[in-house]
């Protein structure tokens, strides 16, 4: 094994021999672990491995050739590589190795518009009746244009009556609301959450799968040191870490503070074609169809994980059946008591009831399946709570800094 990375010059032999061991405790490629830790840089690896194989190697700003095989050099091993440069020759295919980032980079604009459009239509279209899409249904027209009409009869006929009943009809919803809150507090205080978190769980990195992290920004350039460093404090494999800055390609501010932001190798910048609705749900639709992990997790900027979360959830959803699809982490607010704002704050939404974290095993409508949880319910898939870890974040603290909401927690 040894000898298939002898041609990275400028590593020594103890450097790429703890390799091997560590890839072999991650079950992954010996290349992969020292890309993933930032030992060798993807664009050299190549270069070196194509100079090795006397093969062309396309690197930034370089086109390629039309008809030109494109290689990604860093999923397999030198040996695989290898038999796959020979057969392309025995075929007389022009070929290329390069990197993933390269590929994505070449990606025609067809690919992406495709899914981008399934991004924004791929429930309606699937699912019409789960979507706010949709167009408005007969009934629900009857009931809107004669509701209004007996709402401008009665106010013509009894004003006085009419605005008592107009109040009375605005103030049902927040009587719910109200029997809501109450329930889910009688229920809490009678089975109360646990506050520590549980141990870590015993599961080897070998037996761990390919985790993708989803964290969709929009001008939200301030939080990104301290994102990238919980990101970097996650305990996972970084070879099996898939972690992913979801970015508008409008978000010009952005854009430009992640890519001068020294990023983990783990971590990559996608980009959402402009196009409206600029909303997360778009964003993560879009996102999720480029993850390379069976797991998935979405966190919001201000999120600190806790270092073990990942574990965690994997832990849970090993104990559960089959039809589980997602296990929800509760919101750990940090500063619930700075103020007289976040008191009220969290007076009003309590801790115990702050779903936030969402980690999801299975598909692309996975996203869309955590967004419609009822309907999912129905047709047999469950969403668990794992309340032992939470996720650290803060509320503002301040009336008259409403935008500092990533205050984030050491």
């Known amino acids: 094994m040894l000898e298939d990375y002898s041609f990275l010059v400028g590593h020594d032999a103890d450097t790429l021999a703890l390799a091997i061991t560590t890839s072999a405790t991650w079950h992954v490629q010996p290349h992969q672990m020292l890309i993933a830790t930032g030992i060798v840089m993807p664009d050299a690896y190549v270069a070196e491995l194509g100079s090795?194989?006397?093969?062309?190697?396309?690197?930034?700003?370089?086109?390629?050739?039309?008809?030109?095989?494109?290689?990604?050099?860093?999923?397999?091993?030198?040996?695989?590589?290898?038999?796959?440069?020979?057969?392309?020759?025995?075929?007389?295919?022009?070929?290329a190795l390069t990197t993933p980032a390269y590929i994505a980079a070449t990606e025609s604009s067809t690919a992406r518009e495709i899914r981008l459009n399934a991004a924004i239509k791929g429930l309606v279209r699937r699912n019409p009746e789960l979507s706010a899409t949709g167009p408005v249904w007969l009934w629900q027209s009857v009931i809107i244009v004669s509701g209004i009409?007996?709402?401008?009869?009665?106010?013509?006929?009894?004003?006085?009556?009419?605005?008592?009943?107009?109040?009375?009809?605005?103030a049902v919803p927040f009587f719910f609301i109200v029997v809501f809150r109450l329930a889910a507090v009688c229920l809490v205080l009678a089975h109360p959450l646990p506050?520590?978190?549980?141990?870590?769980?015993?599961?080897?990195?070998?037996?761990?799968?390919?985790?993708?992290?989803?964290?969709?920004?929009?001008?939200?350039?301030?939080?990104?040191?301290?994102?990238?460093?919980?990101?970097?404090?996650?305990d996972y494999p970084a070879a099996k870490l898939d972690c992913m800055l979801v970015l508008e390609a409008s978000d010009v501010e952005t854009i430009a503070a992640a890519t001068a932001t020294m990023l983990p190798p783990f971590v990559r910048i996608v980009l959402v074609p402009d196009s409206e609705p600029r909303t997360k749900p778009k964003a993560l639709n879009y996102a999720i169809r480029l993850a390379r992990g069976s797991f998935v997790v979405v966190y919001d900027a201000e999120d600190v994980p806790?270092?073990?979360?990942?574990?965690?959830?994997?832990?849970?959803?090993?104990?559960?059946?089959?039809?589980?699809?997602?296990?929800?982490?509760?919101?750990?607010?940090?500063n619930a008591k700075s103020s007289w704002l976040t008191r009220g704050?969290?007076?009003?939404?309590?801790?115990?009831?702050?779903?936030?974290?969402?980690?999801?095993?299975?598909?692309?409508?996975?996203?869309?399946?955590?967004?419609?949880?009822?309907?999912?319910?129905?047709?047999?898939?469950?969403?668990?709570g794992h309340p032992a870890y939470g996720a650290p974040a803060s509320v503002p603290p301040e009336l008259s800094d409403p935008s500092r909401r990533h205050d984030q927690a050491a």
Do not use: W
């Open 52 to 95: 090795r194989l006397n093969a062309t190697v396309l690197g930034e700003h370089i086109a390629a050739p039309a008809a030109t095989a494109l290689v990604d050099a860093t999923a397999f091993s030198p040996a695989q590589v290898a038999r796959l440069a020979a057969d392309y020759r025995r075929r007389g295919q022009d070929f």
């Open 149 to 170: 009409g007996i709402f401008i009869g009665a106010a013509l006929i009894a004003p006085a009556a009419t605005r008592a009943a107009l109040m009375a009809c605005i």
């Open 195 to 234: 506050r520590e978190p549980k141990p870590k769980p015993a599961r080897r990195d070998g037996d761990l799968p390919v985790y993708s992290v989803l964290v969709p920004l929009f001008r939200e350039a301030a939080v990104l040191p301290d994102l990238v460093r919980a990101l970097s404090a996650i």
């Open 306 to 334: 806790h270092p073990d979360q990942l574990r965690a959830a994997l832990d849970v959803f090993k104990m559960c059946d089959s039809r589980v699809v997602c296990v929800q982490a509760r919101l750990a607010i940090h």
């Open 345 to 384: 704050i969290m007076a009003h939404s309590p801790q115990e009831l702050n779903p936030s974290i969402a980690h999801i095993h299975g598909h692309e409508r996975a996203i869309e399946q955590v967004r419609n949880g009822s309907a999912e319910e129905e047709a047999g898939r469950r969403f668990v």
